[in-house]
C-alpha cells in the first residue's frame, strides 16, 4: 500500500520517528494514516474507503498532470475523486467543508 500512495498516487510521506508502525501521507489538504497489520486475521475491511480533503480541485488538478486514473463526480454539489487501489478496493476522496 505504501508504494500506491507514494509511488501512484505521488502524495508526499511525512517524516516521523514511528515508520515501522505507521505511515502518514499529506498532501492537497488530504492525511493518510496507514497502520501496519501483522495478521490477515486482525482486520477486516468490507466496502470502499472515503478520505477527505480540503483541496480536492488541487488533488484533481495534480493527478490530471500525472495522468493518474480516476473518477471525478458531483455528489450534493460537493466534488469527489473515486480511485482504485492495485488490490481493487474502491478509494474516495471527499471534498471536505
Given at each position: 500500500?505504501?508504494?500506491?500512495?507514494?509511488?501512484?498516487?505521488?502524495?508526499?510521506?511525512?517524516?516521523?520517528e514511528e515508520k515501522e508502525r505507521?505511515?502518514?501521507?499529506?498532501?492537497?489538504?488530504?492525511?493518510?494514516?496507514?497502520?501496519?497489520?501483522?495478521?490477515?486475521?486482525?482486520?477486516?475491511?468490507?466496502?470502499?474507503?472515503?478520505?477527505?480533503?480540503?483541496?480536492?480541485?488541487?488533488?484533481?488538478?495534480?493527478?490530471?498532470?500525472?495522468?493518474?486514473?480516476?473518477?471525478?463526480?458531483?455528489?450534493?454539489?460537493?466534488?469527489?475523486?473515486?480511485?482504485?487501489?492495485?488490490?481493487?478496493?474502491?478509494?474516495?476522496?471527499?471534498?471536505?467543508?
Amino acid at each position: 500500500m505504501t508504494s500506491f500512495y507514494s509511488e501512484i498516487l505521488q502524495l508526499k510521506e511525512r517524516d516521523h520517528e514511528e515508520k515501522e508502525r505507521y505511515r502518514e501521507y499529506s498532501d492537497f489538504g488530504t492525511e493518510i494514516h496507514l497502520e501496519r497489520v501483522r495478521s490477515t486475521n486482525e482486520h477486516e475491511v468490507l466496502g470502499s474507503l472515503e478520505l477527505y480533503s480540503i483541496n480536492i480541485e488541487g488533488l484533481v488538478n495534480f493527478w490530471n498532470e500525472k495522468k493518474i486514473e480516476k473518477e471525478v463526480r458531483k455528489v450534493s454539489g460537493r466534488t469527489e475523486i473515486l480511485v482504485r487501489d492495485p488490490d481493487d478496493n474502491l478509494l474516495i476522496f471527499v471534498q471536505k467543508e
